[in-house]
């Protein structure tokens, strides 16, 4: 990438990966979603039964969780590995499966892990 280059010549998927690095973790739309998904190679995907998918994905060697907070909003966050990623995954679900048990519980989705 030619260091000159502006945020406006790069592409979405670019900018959007950019973002995602500044502003962990980045609240993305749905069709930002999108563009993320189609860039990336999907490591995990999981259904949380509760809060939409989760998702590893792999941009450019860039590890990232994708998951959906109960309230909607789509978050995105780089991770330092892919054995961190799927730590992440692994206890969210646990979480999840404790919270349909009823235990009260919550996900604080704005806290990095």
């Known amino acids: 990438m030619n ?5 406006t010549d790069r592409s979405p998927a670019a900018r959007i990966i950019d973002r995602i690095r500044r ?4 609240e993305l739309d749905h069709d930002e979603l999108q ?6 190679d999907l490591v ?9 998918r989760i998702r590893i994905l ?6 990232m969780v994708q998951e959906q ?5 789509i978050l995105v ?4 590995s892919e054995d ?10 646990a979480t999840y499966e404790r919270m349909w048990d009823g235990c009260g519980c919550k996900v604080d989705y704005d806290r990095e892990p």
């Open 3 to 7: 260091p000159n280059d502006t945020a």
């Open 23 to 26: 502003h962990p973790p980045a």
């Open 35 to 40: 563009v993320l998904l189609d860039a990336a």
């Open 44 to 52: 995990r995907d999981d259904d949380t039964c509760l809060a939409g």
């Open 58 to 63: 792999d941009v450019d060697g860039v590890t």
């Open 69 to 73: 907070a109960q309230d909607g909003r």
């Open 77 to 80: 966050r780089r991770i330092g």
């Open 84 to 93: 961190a990623a799927h730590r992440l995954v692994d206890d969210r679900l």
